[in-house]
């Protein structure tokens, strides 16, 4: 049975940072590509990063980039979002994603398992 479970969600001021995480247990994702996404109020799920098994591959989108970083520690099977200078706009509940396989993909229906998601807000 895959399980991801997001941690670390909050609150913080705009310019602040935060950092979330997604504990992963089964064997069906710990080879795989994982994502994270973020649906803001009212709004759809959207792509915010991606990470290869090996972690040589990375996959950002453009909101985010040179702000927030995904790692991962597949010792401790777990993935992390590092949120640097926060926006209001990063309002969101973030979920992770695994994807069995196929680099590149941002669309949300290309994942298999989802977590159930972390609110993190930013206070302007």
């Known amino acids: 049975q895959v399980q991801l479970v997001e941690s670390g969600g909050g609150l913080v001021q705009a310019g602040g940072s935060l950092r979330v995480s997604c504990a992963v247990s089964?064997?069906?994702?710990?080879?795989?590509?994982m994502g994270w996404f973020r649906q803001p109020p009212g709004k759809e799920r959207e792509f915010v990063a991606s990470i290869e098994w090996t972690g040589s591959r990375l996959k950002y989108a453009d909101s985010v980039k040179g702000r927030f970083t995904i790692s991962r520690d597949n010792a401790k099977n777990t993935v992390y979002l590092q949120m640097n200078s926060l926006k209001p706009e990063d309002t969101a509940v973030y979920y992770c994603?695994?994807?069995?396989?196929?680099?590149?993909?941002?669309?949300?229906?290309?994942?298999?398992?989802w977590g159930q998601g972390t609110q993190v807000t930013v206070s302007s």
């Open positions: 994603a695994c994807r069995r396989a196929g680099w590149g993909f941002t669309s949300y229906s290309a994942y298999d398992y």
């Open positions: 089964g064997p069906t994702c710990s080879s795989y590509i």
